[in-house]
């Protein structure tokens, strides 16, 4: 099985581990990963995201529109496994994901189209209207990895595909509480 990175980011300049006052919160993301899910070590956390292609386009030929694949139900099987409290799947090509759980996280996703690297006009959406501190995408294999782009106020860029190595992204935050109690619930 292949190992994580792990990104520690988000850490107040003050920060005590033994301190009531943050909070420790770990993400694994992962993207692209076409059937291979189960040869991935998959390390705990709080959150699992996934951001798509977890199965293959021939899966889907041939089926009525109320079949399933195969590929989905033991994705599924395979993620009601998982030890993470939340477990977010972006499927297909969505334009926009929001929601205000877990922890607001997921407010003012986007997932644009193939080429997240070098889409210009994705890049521009990012940079000018949305500003998110992390944007997470795949479908690009031979360039999977993580950057800070500081055009777009320091957001941290992370194409989570797997490639050769199957391997996933695991970032550590750390929430001030007093200053985010309004966020974060246990």
């Known amino acids: ?54 199965t293959n386009k021939d899966d889907w030929r041939n089926l009525t529109n109320d079949q399933i694949p195969q590929s989905v139900i033991d994705f599924n099987q395979w993620l009601g496994r998982l030890t993470h409290k939340h477990k977010i799947v972006i499927s297909f090509q969505p334009k926009k994901v929001a929601s205000t759980e877990p922890c607001s996280i997921c407010n003012n996703t986007v997932h644009g189209s193939y080429g997240h690297w070098d889409s210009k006009s994705l890049i521009k959406e990012i940079r000018q209207k949305i500003q998110p501190r992390i944007h997470c995408f795949g479908h690009l294999h031979d360039d999977n990895g993580y950057k800070y782009d500081q055009h777009a106020n320091g957001t941290l860029f992370i194409n989570a595909a797997a490639n050769l190595t199957r391997q996933c992204f695991k970032l550590n935050f750390y929430l001030d509480l007093q200053k985010h109690s309004n966020i974060y619930q246990s």
């Not at 993301?29 to 705990?44: Q, R």
């Open 1 to 54: 099985m292949a190992s994580s990175k792990i990104i520690d980011i988000l850490k107040p300049m003050n920060y005590d581990e033994n301190s009531e006052r943050y909070k420790s919160i770990s993400i694994v993301i992962v993207s692209d990963t076409h059937k291979n899910h189960e040869k991935i070590n998959i390390p705990d956390g709080d959150i699992f995201l996934h951001c798509g292609d977890f």
